[in-house]
């Protein structure tokens, strides 16, 4: 199956607090997509600033990185077609006005700094992502029974 990739998403802490963290796995099941790694740990200050590098020279990068490391995250790498594509678009909008209803963000954030979740934007990003949180014997290659069922 061509386009068949991995994507990279984390529910921030807020998404944790808030016990949503099932909701969101729910919804990419529910798509189609395949868990391949997941964990539920608490993320350190330089892991953060490495996984945000590209924020570094933005005002807010501080608060965000400070944010992120105040609870836990779960980190999950999911593979399926166009995941990066169709994750983000699962996700919502980082802009909670333009986020539409049926999205994560669309049904669960009100505010720009608690927006839930972390989705990879791009293949080359989420494989950047992926190494960062996860260590390659970390990532399950499996076929699930439903394969069939998903895709032609």
Request: proline share 5%; with cysteine.
């Given at each position: 199956?061509?386009?068949?990739?991995?994507?990279?998403?984390?529910?921030?802490?807020?998404?944790?607090?808030?016990?949503?963290?099932?909701?969101?796995?729910?919804?990419?099941?529910?798509?189609?997509?395949?868990?391949?790694?997941?964990?539920?740990?608490?993320?350190?200050?330089?892991h953060l600033e490495k996984h945000y590098a590209d924020l570094a020279k933005k005002p807010f990068f501080p608060g965000l990185v400070k944010y992120?490391?105040?609870?836990?995250?779960?980190?999950?790498?999911?593979?399926?077609?166009?995941?990066?594509?169709?994750?983000?678009?699962?996700?919502?909008?980082?802009?909670?006005?333009?986020?539409?209803?049926?999205?994560?963000?669309?049904?669960?954030?009100?505010?720009?700094?608690r927006n839930i979740c972390h989705g990879s934007d791009a293949v080359e990003s989420a494989e950047k992502e992926i190494a960062l949180w996860f260590?390659?014997?970390?990532?399950?290659?499996?076929?699930?029974?439903?394969?069939?069922?998903?895709?032609?």
């Amino acid at each position: 199956m061509s386009n068949t990739e991995r994507t990279f998403i984390m529910i921030k802490p807020d998404g944790v607090h808030r016990g949503i963290v099932g909701e969101i796995i729910k919804r990419f099941e529910q798509k189609g997509y395949k868990l391949v790694a997941m964990k539920f740990m608490q993320a350190s200050v330089e892991h953060l600033e490495k996984h945000y590098a590209d924020l570094a020279k933005k005002p807010f990068f501080p608060g965000l990185v400070k944010y992120m490391a105040s609870g836990p995250v779960v980190a999950m790498v999911w593979e399926g077609l166009n995941a990066v594509k169709t994750g983000r678009v699962m996700l919502g909008e980082t802009n909670p006005a333009d986020s539409k209803p049926g999205t994560i963000r669309g049904d669960f954030y009100v505010q720009v700094g608690r927006n839930i979740c972390h989705g990879s934007d791009a293949v080359e990003s989420a494989e950047k992502e992926i190494a960062l949180w996860f260590k390659p014997e970390e990532l399950v290659n499996w076929t699930t029974v439903q394969a069939p069922w998903i895709y032609e």
